[in-house]
């Protein structure tokens, strides 16, 4: 699958969209956070939000809906959007040759689950787990998706006061 990227100067960008799903139990009156564990190039686990690339046909959202889905084996909708995360790497060009600084941004919602199993994510994810909101912020291995999680927190609790929930 290749990225939608556009050549910038010396660097490449890659725009990405991803999703930080929650879900919410009505008995227990809790929510819950979906993060996935890859591997780093390091061979160091991490936990992260699901996300990738947005597909030349796709719309931010259409493709956030679409990896959230795809990495945790969950469907979501989409309650609004937070903020955009950027980063840099690089990676090794096309024949292997020389190094390509790559500046990727990435659009995140919230999403409200709707259904689905973490059992039936993809083969690029090692392991799924839903976390309470504190257990998530501990285990996060990123600051930028940490900000944004913490963004949706917020965001999630304002929806459940509208919702009558709290």
Not at 124 to 135: A, D, G
Not at 138 to 164: F, T
Request: charge should be negative; glycine fraction near 8%.
């Amino acid at each position: 699958m290749k990225s939608a990227s556009r050549k910038s100067g010396d660097h490449e960008v890659e725009r990405s969209a991803g999703g930080v799903l929650i879900k919410y139990d009505e008995h227990d009156r809790a929510s819950e956070v979906c993060l996935i564990q890859v591997p780093t190039r390091g061979g160091n686990p991490s936990w992260r939000l699901p996300k990738g690339w947005i597909e030349p046909e796709e719309t931010p959202e259409e493709a956030a809906l679409r990896e959230t889905r795809e990495e945790t084996g969950c469907h979501g909708e989409i309650l609004s959007t937070l903020s955009e995360i950027d980063y840099w790497y690089t990676r090794r060009g096309e024949r292997g040759g020389e190094r390509i600084k790559i500046q990727k941004i990435v659009k995140f919602y919230m999403m409200r689950y709707t259904s689905g199993s973490i059992e039936d994510h993809d083969h690029e994810v090692e392991e799924v787990r839903w976390y309470s909101f504190s257990e998530a912020l501990k285990e996060i291995s990123y600051d930028a998706e940490k900000r944004v999680l913490q963004e949706a927190i917020h965001s999630w609790d304002a929806h459940l006061y509208r919702q009558g929930l709290m």
